[in-house]
């Protein structure tokens, strides 16, 4: 299981300014989670898919010495290029599943702290898809190596994901989890799950739709947390404009 998010959970400043208010951070953080059952096929895939567009002569001019596609990045990938890999996504063998977090309307205990905002909501997002089977892997996308600051992460999604457990006595207890902490470029899957929270960001962001509608029926469910909606592909994300 691949997670990544877009948007940031930081609300306040050192100084205790609301970044958000001020247009200076995101109004939403969102987290994605892309499930496979052959991490390895995944990866392949997605490098063979590198090499095709690399191969592409009519995306050559995209090309050179300071973008060369290392890696697939939303933000920084050319408008093209994001189209061709969110219809690539589609054709995956993937499970997909997205939380929606309007941050101004969290608890204020997560609003005064990002570690605690970003793992209490990755553990809402993975707490009832992370026991499916008998060895679940969770790679997180983290530009940090801080061993604190991933120990704080798991610690909140373990929190969260033991009080559900606590709460469901249908779920059989005989599974394992592990926890990792990659680097964006270090996976297909992370990448992939990094395209995902860019697609859903700019709908909830920007009320922009131009990927999202691309892959909108490859998500199982979106989940907006805070305002207690859930979006699936019978009850399809549309925002009010």
Not at 133 to 142: G, K, L, W
Request: aromatic share 12%; glycine share 4%; charged share 25%.
């Amino acid at each position: 299981m691949f997670v990544d998010e877009s948007g940031k959970p930081e609300i306040f400043s050192a100084k205790g300014i609301n970044l958000v208010e001020k247009g200076h951070a995101s109004k939403y953080l969102i987290l994605s989670a892309v499930r496979t059952k052959d991490q390895l096929e995944l990866q392949q895939q997605v490098t063979d898919f590198k090499s095709k567009l690399l191969k592409d002569d009519s995306l050559k001019s995209y090309f050179s010495s300071s973008y060369s596609l290392d890696n697939f990045h939303a933000s920084n990938d050319f408008p093209e290029i994001r189209k061709r890999f969110c219809e690539f996504i589609t054709t995956l063998n993937v499970k997909i599943d997205v939380m929606a977090v309007e941050k101004l309307k969290c608890y204020p205990n997560l609003q005064n702290s990002p570690g605690r905002l970003y793992g209490f909501m990755a553990g809402q997002l993975l707490k009832d898809i992370c026991h499916k089977a008998e060895h679940t892997e969770i790679v997180f996308s983290r530009k940090d190596s801080k061993l604190k600051l991933r120990n704080e992460l798991e610690i909140e999604v373990e929190r969260v994901r033991l009080n559900y457990i606590n709460n469901h006595e249908n779920i059989n207890n005989d599974f394992k989890l592990s926890y990792y902490h990659n680097p964006h470029y270090t996976h297909g899957g992370l990448q992939v799950a990094d395209y995902i929270s860019f697609a859903v960001f700019k709908v909830f962001e920007n009320n922009n739709y131009e990927l999202f509608d691309i892959i909108q029926n490859k998500i199982g469910w979106i989940r907006d947390v805070c305002n207690k909606k859930y979006f699936t592909r019978r009850n399809p994300l549309k925002l009010s404009t």
